[in-house]
């Protein structure tokens, strides 16, 4: 059986969860990492030599890197669904799995430690700020992009749609200035109707 290490409030973690929840994978969950410890044991090391999570064992095969994660789950028990068969079908959604790692992940953690993960005393306000408008520049071509389909996957969900999507709560929860962007906000509604979403992901952020 599918297993997953990594503690449940983590976004790189929630995309693994939800993707398994998608496909309706039975899955064991180990926490690890933050508050758990576990990534720096000898053991889990041999698993993931970075320390970090998630990781996951699936019929032999060790993973590690999230969206390697989902890819691999997607292509191996989601075809025609979370894997688009046709490549350029597919190749919509996959950029936005790139680019939200590449992309959209540094400033974003910016304004997500700063609001939620770092006490009053240790918060750098000047680091968030910034952070916010440039998340705000970022979100605002996903705004664009989501005018022309409904999904960063094209016409149907997939998993391009997976690594922005655990942002996206986030965004949508933090006690932050938003600009409106109603293509944006249409897509995060049309995720919250998916109850692998809402297991998955719409949990607890701290
Ligand atoms: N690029 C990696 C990043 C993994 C990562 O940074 N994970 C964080 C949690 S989101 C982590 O393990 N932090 C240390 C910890 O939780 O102990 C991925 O996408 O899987």
Redesign the pocket.
Known sequence: MLKIWG?LN????KKVIWAARELNLPYEHANA??PFGI?NEPAYRTLNPNG???CVEDEGLVL????AVVRYLAARYGAGTLWPQDPAVRAIGDKWMDWA?TSFAAPFRDVFWNLVRLGPEQRNMGAMEKGLAACTDLLARVDAALAHHPYLSGDAFAMGDIPLGCFAYAWFEMPIARQPMPHLEAWYARLKDRPAYRDAVMTPLT
């Open positions: 503690r983590s976004t790189n973690v990492g933050g990534v970090l999570v998630p590690w890197e999230s969206n790692s």
